[in-house]
């Protein structure tokens, strides 16, 4: 849990600078709602910490952070706000599938560790998120975009390459 809310504010902090600097109106939308997406389910791993262990969930270490699949590094983060306007938005596009890519492996190592079952069922909604959040910021739409979100529910599409 503290590990995806880590993972998930910063990319709340990446998708609100694309909600400002895409130059695509649809990749702004998407940034949106990411960020609304995100920070949402922040709130929902809060509340549940606190209330499952009454106390504020700690920050995650500098190693845990280094150890975290698709965590961005501050010099990422940084290439992303100062990039120039006209390649914002394929650098973007670029970071945030590394991120989410990360983000859906977290999510699967965590449906195979047999966890709480609210905790399984949030890993199934962000891997699937995620997934399809990929697909639309790579420009992928109607029936493929169909078939595709239905192969995500079952499957990691996103780092099966890395698994082979």
Same mark, same amino acid.
């Given at each position: 849990m503290r590990q995806m809310r880590t993972h998930h504010e910063q990319g709340v902090e990446i998708a609100a600078i694309a909600a400002q600097r895409a130059q695509d109106p649809h990749l702004r939308a998407l940034s949106?709602?990411? !960020? %609304?997406?995100q920070a949402?389910? !922040?709130?929902?791993?809060? *509340?549940?910490?606190?209330?499952?262990?009454?106390? @504020?969930?700690?920050?995650?270490?500098?190693?845990? +952070? %280094? $150890?975290? @699949?698709?965590?961005?590094? %501050? &010099?990422?983060? $940084? +290439?992303?706000?100062?990039? &120039?306007?006209? *390649?914002?938005?394929?650098?973007?596009?670029?970071?945030?599938?590394?991120?989410? #890519?990360? #983000? !859906?492996?977290m999510a699967d190592k965590e449906l195979r560790g047999g966890g709480d079952l609210r905790l399984r069922v949030? #890993? !199934?909604?962000? +891997?699937? &998120?995620?997934?399809?959040?990929? #697909?639309?910021?790579?420009?992928? *739409?109607?029936f493929a975009a169909v078939a595709q979100a239905v192969q995500n529910m079952f499957w990691d599409r996103v780092n099966r390459e890395e698994k082979k």
């Amino acid at each position: 849990m503290r590990q995806m809310r880590t993972h998930h504010e910063q990319g709340v902090e990446i998708a609100a600078i694309a909600a400002q600097r895409a130059q695509d109106p649809h990749l702004r939308a998407l940034s949106r709602l990411m !960020v %609304a997406s995100q920070a949402g389910e !922040v709130k929902i791993l809060q *509340s549940w910490w606190q209330n499952w262990f009454n106390e @504020p969930m700690a920050l995650c270490s500098a190693v845990e +952070r %280094a $150890d975290m @699949p698709g965590l961005l590094t %501050a &010099e990422q983060i $940084d +290439r992303l706000k100062t990039a &120039e306007t006209h *390649s914002f938005d394929a650098l973007f596009v670029q970071l945030m599938t590394v991120h989410h #890519a990360g #983000a !859906v492996a977290m999510a699967d190592k965590e449906l195979r560790g047999g966890g709480d079952l609210r905790l399984r069922v949030m #890993a !199934v909604s962000i +891997r699937h &998120e995620q997934q399809g959040e990929i #697909a639309l910021m790579h420009g992928v *739409s109607g029936f493929a975009a169909v078939a595709q979100a239905v192969q995500n529910m079952f499957w990691d599409r996103v780092n099966r390459e890395e698994k082979k």
